[in-house]
């Protein structure tokens, strides 16, 4: 799919010379994919684990801590999402033994959180799915600011 620039509307001289205005090298187009796909796991693992904040204080929680009240079917639920956000990661190209760890840690997640109390308690402050997103953006070299969308104006 070519993209075709507007017939010299901001255009630089050199750029409509040589027919390039406006096109994204390979590059950028992989590091905007790069991003945007980065973009929707974090924000799926913000949604598990950090959504919600108990007013007054630092503590955050998730829909995974939420799910995890209902026995056996809320913490296999979180594994589920867990699982979908490492095979994005394999899709992405992490590595084999990092896929272990955050494997690790999901089913750690999983495990621990099926026990009834003191698992809720865990899943409140082990984050599984934000370790697992902060591997994923240590691999690729991206820092949570980055995936921050520009203001649009």
């Given at each position: 799919m070519a993209f075709v620039p507007l017939l010299g509307v901001g255009l630089k001289a050199k750029e409509q010379?040589?027919?390039?205005a406006?096109?994204?090298?390979?590059?950028?187009?992989?590091?905007?994919?790069?991003?945007?796909r980065l973009r929707r796991l974090s924000g799926a693992a913000r949604l598990m684990?950090?959504?919600?904040?108990?007013?007054?204080?630092?503590i955050r929680f998730g829909a995974d801590s939420l799910m995890g009240?209902?026995?056996g079917i809320g913490d296999a639920s979180g594994a589920i999402v867990?699982?979908?956000?490492?095979?994005?990661?394999?899709?992405?190209?992490?590595?084999?033994h990092k896929l272990g760890r955050m494997a690790g840690n999901v089913a750690l997640d999983a495990v621990v959180g099926s026990v009834?109390?003191?698992g809720d308690l865990f899943d409140v402050y082990f984050k599984a799915h934000n370790?697992?997103?902060?591997?994923?953006?240590?691999?690729f070299g991206?820092?949570?600011?980055?995936?921050?969308?520009?203001?649009?104006?």
């Amino acid at each position: 799919m070519a993209f075709v620039p507007l017939l010299g509307v901001g255009l630089k001289a050199k750029e409509q010379e040589t027919g390039m205005a406006g096109r994204m090298d390979d590059q950028d187009f992989e590091r905007t994919e790069l991003l945007r796909r980065l973009r929707r796991l974090s924000g799926a693992a913000r949604l598990m684990d950090t959504a919600l904040r108990i007013p007054g204080t630092n503590i955050r929680f998730g829909a995974d801590s939420l799910m995890g009240l209902v026995p056996g079917i809320g913490d296999a639920s979180g594994a589920i999402v867990g699982f979908a956000i490492i095979y994005e990661a394999r899709r992405l190209g992490v590595p084999t033994h990092k896929l272990g760890r955050m494997a690790g840690n999901v089913a750690l997640d999983a495990v621990v959180g099926s026990v009834p109390l003191l698992g809720d308690l865990f899943d409140v402050y082990f984050k599984a799915h934000n370790r697992n997103i902060g591997m994923i953006l240590d691999h690729f070299g991206v820092d949570r600011s980055d995936l921050d969308r520009p203001q649009r104006r």
